[in-house]
């Protein structure tokens, strides 16, 4: 989820780091839904034991003593976890402030109201799958029902009601009817994000990256939403990184303020981080978060410009970027130390236009013959759950 | 919205929270998935506005904590852009 993603305004990825202002707790990988563009590991049915509650709370009491004050509950659906109060109530007693990121699934009347008590801060709301869901809308059906039943919960319990939409090609052309849909489920902030190509959403890239005309659509019927709903509901479009010329400033460098923490107790300087080849993460399990923060070897190896190759090592925006994200430079040209391609310095910068182009092509064409080469669009669970490393060399 | 007059009571928006946090030497405030590090004076200003106190007893507040005279044009100026910002609104 997006949504998990540090905005933060603290600036550079200094070689003496700062403390890891943000924490996210991913709970558990367990989740009753089976998203295709869930950034979730492929492999994560083969994560060990869920931390129990003790741990998370040590863990919480060793950030916030570093300086962490932003916390993140995500998943899997952390509504799961039945200590999910007690993990809040602690979290709140240090000072956090708390973001529970979830599908609404499990968030009954009787939870919220003890999430409340317990201190929760703030809850953003995401669609499961968008399609379904604006189907239901539609139709007037069950799904839909239940998800009005969470977001009134929400306003009654006195928290904003935020949305998280994630887009792709499948549900892009609809983006009228999402805000539609938003709209009628008393939405005061809109995030529609676009898929970001990770876990499960790599898989599927082919079948989820949108043409650049699907794109301008959207954001063209968003910016006539928007003004007709000013001053009741403020809406975010985030464009997808492989139609920008800059890469994105991942996490503001890994290891400059972002700390996750897998459910299995891996520390990652990002939540896609698992997948890096090389990066030995360590678990809090075995170390306090102090020496993971400071000094593991994982945490300290993109901080600072020493991993750098060319063209960003001379490149006078390195300080604003970082190189981008060290995953999809992975994911895309094999190398996690390479320019991340969305750049259109990167000489792989052809692997993002591709990628593009046969976006572009099965926009026009629908599915046909050329559609036919490309995988099956792969839903989340855990009989398919299959390390993506070994989807690597077939695209490098 | 210099225009304030002295008798409104800002207070940190519904949602938002602010705290002092010693390992930024700062006052940081808090909303969904953001924070602001505030200087010293945003820091001082902010943290008295707790929605009972009027902004001329804020003033007052500040100048005697201070030993200052004649804050209360930056402080209303601040309070203003605050408001702005959605990160003080104002109560009854």
Redesign the interface.
Known sequence: MS??V?????QTAAPSP??P?WLLLELTYRCPLHCVFCYNPTDFARTGAELPTAEWLRVLREARA??A??L?LSGGEPLVREDLEAIVAEAHAL?F?I?LITSGVGLTRARIAALKDAGL??I?LSFQDSTREMNDFLSSTRTFELKSQVAALIREF???M?LNVVLHRLNIDHVGEILEMAEALGAQYVELANTQYYGWAWLNRAHLLPSRAQLERAEAVTQRFRERVAGRMQIYFVVPDYFERRPKACMNGLGSVFLAIAPDGIAMPCHAARMLPGLELPSVRAADIRSIWYDSAAFNRFRGEGWMKEPCRSCPERGKDFGGCRCQAYLLTGDPDNTDPVCELSPQHALVTAAVERAERAGREGPGPGAAREQVLVFRDHRRSIPVVTEVPARR | MSDLPDTVKPAISQGLKLQWEPAQDAHVLLYPEGMVKLNSSAGAIMSRCDGARTLAEIVADLEHSYGLSGLAADVRAFVALALQKHWLELRE
Do not use: K, R, T
Not at chain 1, 6 to 10: D, E, F, G, L, Y
């Open positions: 949504g998990a540090p905005a933060s305004p603290v700062g403390p202002l570093l300086g004050v932003q993140g000072g402030y973001n801060d703030h953003q006195g928290y904003p935020v």
